[in-house]
């Protein structure tokens, strides 16, 4: 791999002085780039000049500049004086959150249509300030995503890491232009979130983990989670909480057992009861409350392995009579019938309903609801859901499940059989090898998962979100073609981790940090 690099470095040195550039040093690379003779130097004052549109994002690039380089930057009135500028211009690709970010000696300029588009030419912009020392080499670019949902999921039921750590996430989320945060909230080991209308969820459903069941209950006020959302929203990332129904209920159920439709020997309590009418009221309340918190206006309300803990609905009487009136053959019918119900509480408060693709079988508005495709040996489970015409994401567990181990060596963390996912695996997804392009307009886009069983620490967190998070947003992007150019510029950001304190895995010398084991 050394070797590799140091012939891509050679190669650039030799060529440079005939009029060929290397690429810039920004991940995901931009679609377009051409870069011209001299640099702008980083002075001690600048000036930012902004469109009225993009006052909020030259707030944020004034703070950004601050923090990395203790620079201030001052606003000013005058486009032509101004070391930056924030403007709004028509872009060549019509793409949502395409940008144009052209480098001169005198000046900067980030042009888009709207301010999704300003701030993914902020986000280059950043990184280019942040790995240099002291001027930046002028770059013209012309950018654009290929996905428009390029996401990250973090677990916090089965391990609680705290709001700095899903700050610092979100972060590196904007740094590497990914904005949907997926927040999986609920599951059987803790419930994570306030619920004022009952509180014993977050009291007695928040209390211990998947390590340690009796530890002190831990969990986010609403306060909390509207300051992580507009921490969010300052970074053009949407925030979509899950709150996992009808299985992976235990917490909950341990919280107000009255609505527990019980579970099997190995995952007890595990499932709402489907045939509780107060069970849906119980639920819509809650979603209520989550609906408020959340202006993303999408709530995703899992539905997947339901079949690991519904042995007791065999026995229910009230789920016997619940089937014959409704005409429902088996369990699998049950669990499609109370999602369908909860799909249209949902809907009455205007939100999109997402859900994992064990879900593909039902019959909803395809212009409301999204499917999660995750189950990597279940291409049929996709090829169904791109058939009922639902818009989907696509998350394979194999490689966009972060929390399988990274390297052959790596001992502690999660495997399919042999199967895990290293850096270059994650980088060279392509959806084109896996969707038909007929189905193109469909695929909404990719997220990467992290789930929290085999992470105690936040330093774990970082161990297997660093640097995959970087190969997952070029992937996301569309300019995943050149692993080894993509490792050049990679070498260049893990100075930066190691200046934020990220634990990271170093694909380069896997000395330098060594496997933590929780």
């Given at each position: 791999?050394?070797?590799?690099?140091?012939?891509?470095?050679?190669?650039?040195?030799?060529?440079?002085?005939?009029?060929?550039?290397?690429?810039?040093?920004?991940?995901?690379?931009?679609?377009?780039?051409?870069?011209?003779?001299?640099?702008?130097?980083?002075?001690?004052q600048l000036t930012i000049y902004f469109d009225d549109s993009f006052a909020n994002d030259a707030?944020?690039?004034?703070?950004?500049?601050?923090?990395?380089?203790?620079?201030?930057?001052?606003?000013?009135?005058?486009?032509?004086?101004?070391?930056?500028?924030?403007?709004?211009?028509?872009?060549?690709?019509?793409?949502?959150?395409a940008y144009t970010l052209a480098i001169s000696e005198s000046k900067i300029s980030i042009s888009?249509?709207?301010?999704?588009?300003?701030?993914?030419?902020?986000?280059?912009?950043?990184?280019?300030?942040?790995?240099?020392?002291?001027?930046?080499?002028?770059?013209?670019?012309?950018?654009?995503?290929?996905?428009?949902?390029?996401?990250?999921?973090?677990?916090?039921?089965?391990?609680?890491?705290?709001?700095?750590?899903?700050?610092?996430?979100?972060?590196?989320?904007?740094?590497?232009?990914?904005?949907?945060?997926?927040?999986?909230?609920?599951?059987?080991?803790?419930?994570?979130?306030?619920?004022?209308?009952?509180?014993?969820?977050?009291?007695?459903?928040?209390?211990?983990?998947?390590?340690?069941?009796?530890?002190?209950?831990?969990?986010?006020?609403?306060?909390?989670?509207?300051?992580?959302?507009?921490?969010?929203?300052?970074?053009?990332?949407?925030?979509?909480?899950?709150?996992?129904?009808?299985?992976?209920?235990?917490?909950?159920?341990?919280?107000?057992?009255?609505?527990?439709?019980?579970?099997?020997?190995?995952?007890?309590?595990?499932?709402?009861?489907?045939?509780?009418?107060?069970?849906?009221?119980?639920?819509?309340?809650?979603?209520?409350?989550?609906?408020?918190?959340?202006?993303?206006?999408?709530?995703?309300?899992?539905?997947?392995?339901?079949?690991?803990?519904?042995?007791?609905?065999?026995?229910?009487?009230?789920?016997?009579?619940?089937?014959?009136?409704?005409?429902?053959?088996?369990?699998?019918?049950?669990?499609?019938?109370?999602?369908?119900?909860?799909?249209?509480?949902?809907?009455?408060?205007?939100?999109?309903?997402?859900?994992?693709?064990?879900?593909?079988?039902?019959?909803?508005?395809?212009?409301?609801?999204?499917?999660?495709?995750?189950?990597?040996?279940?291409?049929?489970?996709?090829?169904?859901?791109?058939?009922?015409?639902?818009?989907?994401?696509?998350?394979?567990?194999?490689?966009?499940?972060?929390?399988?181990?990274?390297?052959?060596?790596?001992?502690?963390?999660?495997?399919?059989?042999k199967e895990y996912s290293p850096l270059e695996l994650v980088y060279e997804f392509n959806t084109?090898?896996?969707?038909?392009?007929?189905?193109?307009?469909?695929?909404?886009?990719?997220?990467?998962?992290?789930?929290?069983?085999?992470?105690?620490?936040?330093?774990?967190?970082?161990?297997?979100?660093?640097?995959?998070?970087?190969?997952?947003?070029?992937?996301?992007?569309?300019?995943?073609?050149?692993?080894?150019?993509?490792?050049?510029?990679?070498?260049?950001?893990?100075?930066?981790?190691?200046?934020?304190?990220?634990?990271?895995?170093?694909?380069?010398?896997?000395?330098?940090?060594?496997?933590?084991?929780?």
């Amino acid at each position: 791999m050394k070797k590799t690099l140091l012939l891509v470095a050679l190669f650039t040195i030799c060529f440079a002085g005939i009029g060929f550039a290397s690429n810039p040093p920004i991940i995901p690379l931009p679609q377009s780039h051409s870069m011209a003779k001299g640099s702008f130097k980083i002075k001690d004052q600048l000036t930012i000049y902004f469109d009225d549109s993009f006052a909020n994002d030259a707030y944020y690039l004034q703070k950004q500049i601050f923090d990395i380089k203790g620079i201030t930057a001052s606003f000013g009135s005058d486009k032509n004086s101004a070391d930056i500028i924030l403007e709004q211009k028509s872009q060549k690709n019509k793409q949502e959150g395409a940008y144009t970010l052209a480098i001169s000696e005198s000046k900067i300029s980030i042009s888009s249509e709207n301010d999704l588009g300003i701030f993914n030419g902020i986000a280059s912009l950043l990184q280019l300030i942040t790995i240099a020392e002291s001027e930046i080499d002028c770059w013209t670019i012309e950018d654009y995503p290929l996905h428009g949902w390029r996401g990250f999921m973090l677990d916090e039921s089965r391990h609680f890491f705290g709001k700095e750590k899903v700050k610092q996430i979100l972060d590196y989320m904007a740094f590497y232009k990914l904005n949907r945060f997926h927040w999986h909230l609920t599951d059987d080991p803790g419930w994570r979130i306030e619920i004022k209308k009952y509180p014993h969820l977050a009291y007695t459903g928040g209390i211990g983990n998947m390590t340690y069941p009796n530890d002190p209950p831990q969990y986010y006020t609403q306060e909390e989670v509207k300051e992580i959302v507009r921490y969010a929203a300052e970074r053009k990332i949407e925030v979509i909480p899950e709150i996992d129904m009808p299985g992976h209920a235990r917490a909950a159920n341990r919280a107000y057992p009255e609505y527990s439709g019980g579970g099997s020997k190995s995952h007890p309590e595990f499932t709402f009861d489907p045939a509780n009418e107060d069970t849906y009221q119980y639920l819509t309340d809650i979603l209520k409350e989550i609906n408020v918190l959340f202006p993303s206006e999408m709530i995703h309300l899992g539905g997947d392995e339901v079949h690991f803990g519904n042995e007791q609905w065999k026995h229910n009487d009230k789920i016997k009579e619940l089937m014959e009136k409704e005409g429902m053959k088996d369990l699998a019918e049950v669990e499609k019938y109370f999602m369908v119900r909860m799909a249209d509480s949902l809907y009455a408060m205007n939100n999109t309903f997402l859900a994992w693709d064990e879900m593909a079988e039902i019959s909803l508005p395809t212009d409301k609801t999204i499917m999660f495709w995750w189950r990597h040996d279940r291409k049929d489970q996709l090829q169904k859901a791109l058939e009922k015409n639902y818009p989907v994401i696509l998350c394979p567990r194999i490689p966009f499940y972060i929390d399988f181990v990274q390297d052959e060596d790596h001992t502690t963390g999660r495997r399919w059989g042999k199967e895990y996912s290293p850096l270059e695996l994650v980088y060279e997804f392509n959806t084109k090898n896996l969707v038909d392009s007929k189905y193109d307009s469909q695929v909404l886009g990719l997220q990467a998962n992290l789930w929290a069983e085999t992470i105690q620490t936040k330093q774990r967190v970082d161990y297997l979100t660093f640097p995959r998070i970087s190969a997952f947003a070029e992937a996301a992007w569309g300019q995943n073609n050149d692993y080894d150019d993509y490792l050049n510029r990679l070498e260049s950001h893990l100075p930066i981790y190691r200046n934020d304190n990220v634990f990271f895995f170093n694909p380069f010398d896997h000395s330098e940090n060594p496997e933590p084991k929780k």
